[in-house]
């Protein structure tokens, strides 16, 4: 609809410079919220690659542990096969030291492990400095995820600050751009209708009320997300542990989330991870989750495209980052990216 708005603006003449003055602005609006949500999606990501490094070196580290823990006991059991060998400096060494570890730290324990060639010591000296390598990424990583953290969260802050300027006019302007697309859509109702043999005074009225259905405006379908919103294709990023398999319509709190396509609300409940959420079974066969809503409007039964069912949160796993996390089932299966799907309708 707003794309026959920007057609219109560019034929021409003063009303048409007043609707791509209109268009020109809205798209300064977007411009504005979808920076500020680049930014946001940019730190989400960084801190969901530190995250699964992070996994991957906390499991990691389990496992060094495990063998570290055997091999001190290997060489507990090999100091003492060494006193009663006779070979008493190594010994010393051993139990010198207040921890296997330690025995690392000195130039002396090297060269008896050389002298020796004991491959039980050289295996727990080597052991411990991978773990100490490996505690030293650990703490580096948690330093970047809490630098990361802060800077979400004032960036976070910025974006709804953002959408707090932003709404309301985004919301006038969308109006006005509906409306002039509906104007435009019953002159070329009328036009046409003109150039038939004997058209009824009556059908370019009757025409109208089809062009007035601005809650669904792209074959039946509605932007779920019924006011300012800014997305990118997020499809496959790094998400705590995981990949994702949606796309994050941000928003300001609380506002409205809309039924997509009509058809029936077959689950309004909380989760941990996804806060209050919401799955509509489409009367096109498809499933439409909505995750972290402030709150759920609609427990279960019919809607139509375009109705509200919810208003944005950060509920779950969400907090600080008010936005709808979006996915599609089609046929009710596994998600796709619904990317292509929202960009097209919102």
Known sequence: MLSLALALATSGGAHGESLKSLQ?????????????????ESLRDEAG??????????????????????????AAARAVTLYQSGQTDML?????????????????????????????????????????ALNRALETDRARLRRTAESLEE?????QDTFSELSSEY?????????AARRAAQAEAESSASTTSAPPPAAP???APVAAAPAAPSGGMACPVGGAVSFIDSWGDPR????????????????????????????????SSSGNWIILSGSDGN????????????????????????????????????????EYHPGGGAAVNPYPLVASIC
């Open 240 to 271: 705590a542990g995981h990949t994702h398999q949606g796309v994050d319509m941000m928003a300001g709190y609380g506002t409205p989330v809309m039924a997509i396509t009509s058809g029936v609300v077959t689950l309004s409940s909380y989760g």
């Open 24 to 40: 020109e602005r809205m798209d300064e609006v977007q411009d504005r919220l979808d920076r500020a949500t680049e930014r946001v």
């Open 205 to 207: 009225v009757a025409a």
């Open 92 to 132: 010393e060494v051993f139990l010198g030291s207040s921890s296997i570890s330690e025995l690392a730290d000195g130039a002396m324990m090297l060269s008896l492990v050389a002298e020796q060639e004991d491959e039980v010591f050289t295996a727990v000296v080597r052991s411990d400095q991978e773990l100490a």
């Open 171 to 179: 919301d006038a302007l969308k109006r006005r751009l509906e409306a």
């Open 287 to 326: 499933a439409y989750w909505y995750m972290h809503n402030e709150q759920n409007l609609v427990s279960s039964g019919s809607v139509a495209a375009g109705q509200q069912i919810a208003t944005v949160g950060d509920t779950g796993n969400a907090a600080g980052t008010p936005h709808v996390h979006f």
């Open 155 to 159: 960036e976070s802050g910025e974006l």
């Open 49 to 74: 690659r530190i995250d699964i490094r992070l996994r991957r070196s906390r499991a990691r580290r389990t496992q060094l542990q495990a063998r570290h823990d055997v091999l001190e006991r290997k």
